[in-house]
């Protein structure tokens, strides 16, 4: 009978002042900062991070901006280009076990490309959200709530940015009785916000809006071998909508603060989030949005989640938020412009002092793959920052081919689940069929009377209508944890069958979830503390 083998408690990093440099995955959800400038191996450190967390159980999500992080993927091999400089920098660091090995991976893309798609709807994004990406002024932005709130009160749900195109219209032909409810609903900011939704279209924001929506729980899980699933987002074509892909990843960590359950401490995070080009978060964020991402970042710890930013220069992340990121990995800065040397300084004064270590002069003269490295012990300090040669990725240096990514889609455990887009009857649906209706009444009073038209029985169904026919279906389909999970509005994590009867269910969460419990899930960023 064989022992069985200690549990890994720490992420090797590198050597620095002689000695190892690790990262304890006891404090790994304590977040992080990958720094420095462009060509000093930021992404080569992100790399062998993530697959370190891989390898002992942890799944990560980080966005591939430059198209070269999906090699990942891959095993790296002695026939690649930069293999000569990673076996040498293995040989440096002693690591006698260094071999080539690839890592699980799942591709996603917000525009179905290169990846399963990722979808949300208009009511989880919620109207904070969305009118930052927008650009709304304050007026707009009070606009667009009263139309979230008008549509929780009729029981309409927002998909797609045709449900609320249509929403909108509808408010601006009833902006008279609406200002009288809610307050002015000048028909100019209508038009203002429909000029912003259909620029967004244009962009191809509209593919990010729509159903099946992304359960996060997707984001979570592990391969046959116990390794963590690494969730690698194609952000090359989405960083050209640099306020989409900031949107996105607030999004994401706001439903992952949402969705998951306090676990406090863990012995090892429950996911790893990367931020890559993260001065986009922050760029032209409002103070209460920036607040709010603070506070999320801040809270998100104790549910397991470690979150970390990756960036070219260190100021570029708020104070308030810098001060919770308690690893650090700095390579190589530049002093070229007086905004470059404050940087330097303001990330030398962040380490923990070593004496032996000039380090605002050693900022400027790290070579590629080395950086100064301080992260937190078992006891929650930090460690004396170091000058730190960083290990070599195991997997390929580099992008995969387009017949290695079709490959690795058709074993992803996902397959079929989001590839096809659903369009349930929503908004636009129903206000097109109310229209509809409303034009042969009218027609229908003109020819007879008004008395003799009450007479007749609804055209439509009303919403507790259509959603007792959808329970009907939804039970007679065993759904019922799938009625549970859209009146609640929380997201289903039931067995494919139970997924296939969610449409029938849908008209449920239009009706109940809409009149009754709207606020719950309408404004995503303004409810996270509840």
Not at 155 to 174: C, P
Request: proline share 5%.
């Amino acid at each position: 009978m064989t022992n069985a083998q200690p549990p890994v408690t720490e992420i090797f990093l590198g050597l620095g002042g002689g000695e190892r440099q690790s990262l304890n995955l006891k404090r790994a959800n304590r977040h992080g900062l990958i720094a420095g400038a462009t060509g000093t191996g930021k992404t080569v450190t992100l790399q062998g991070l993530a697959e370190s967390f891989s390898a002992n159980g942890v799944p990560v999500f980080v966005a591939d901006v430059k198209g070269d992080l999906s090699g990942i993927a891959m095993a790296g091999s002695p026939t690649f280009k930069n293999a000569d400089s990673l076996e040498k920098r293995a040989r440096e660091l002693g690591m006698d076990d260094y071999a080539y090995s690839d890592n699980p991976a799942i591709f996603w893309d917000l525009y179905g490309k290169q990846g399963h798609p990722i979808r949300t709807t208009i009511s989880e994004m919620g109207p904070l959200l969305l009118a930052r990406l927008m650009d709304l002024n304050d007026t707009q932005e009070g606009v667009l709530n009263i139309v979230f709130r008008f549509a929780d009160e009729q029981g309409l749900l927002l998909l797609n940015l045709d449900d609320l195109q249509s929403m909108l219209a509808y408010t601006a032909e009833n902006a008279k009785e609406l200002t009288t409810k809610y307050g002015n609903v000048s028909r100019a900011s209508i038009g203002a916000i429909q000029r912003q939704l259909l620029q967004l279209d244009s962009q191809g924001a509209g593919q990010f809006f729509g159903e099946p929506a992304l359960e996060i729980d997707d984001f979570i899980g592990c391969d046959e071998q116990g390794r963590g699933y690494i969730n690698i987002l194609a952000a090359d074509q989405l960083m050209r909508n640099p306020k989409l892909y900031a949107t996105f990843l607030l999004w994401l960590l706001a439903e992952l603060f949402e969705s998951l359950p306090e676990v406090g401490d863990p012995d090892k995070p429950k996911l790893v989030f990367f931020f890559d080009e993260a001065h986009l978060l922050f760029d032209d964020a409002p103070k209460a949005l920036q607040d709010k991402i603070e506070q999320v970042v801040r809270l998100i710890r104790s549910k397991g989640v470690g979150v970390y930013f990756v960036t070219q220069n260190p100021i570029d992340i708020p104070e308030e938020v810098a001060g919770q990121l308690g690893n650090r990995v700095q390579h190589a800065l530049r002093a070229f412009t007086p905004r470059d040397q404050r940087a330097i300084k303001a990330a030398a004064e962040t380490f923990r002092i070593n004496p032996d270590l000039d380090v605002e002069k050693a900022i400027t003269e790290l070579r590629v793959g080395e950086a100064l490295v301080s992260t937190l012990m078992e006891d929650g300090a930090p460690s004396i920052v170091q000058r730190t040669l960083i290990k070599p990725p195991r997997s390929r240096l580099g992008p995969v081919t387009q017949k290695e990514r079709a490959i690795i889609q058709s074993i992803s455990p996902y397959v079929g689940k989001y590839d096809e887009e659903v369009d349930r009857e929503s908004a636009e649906e129903v206000l097109l069929a109310k229209a509809a209706d409303a034009a042969e009444v009218a027609k229908e009073v003109e020819a007879t009377s008004m008395e003799e038209v009450a007479k007749h029985p609804r055209k439509t169904k009303s919403m507790w209508e259509k959603a007792t026919t959808a329970a009907t279906r939804a039970v007679a389909s065993s759904a019922a944890l799938i009625v549970v999970s859209k009146i609640t509005g929380k997201k289903t994590r039931s067995n494919p069958a139970a997924r296939a009867a969610s449409a029938a269910a849908g008209s449920i969460g239009t009706s109940v979830g809409g009149s009754l419990l709207g606020s719950f899930a309408r404004n995503l960023m303004g409810g996270l503390m509840r």
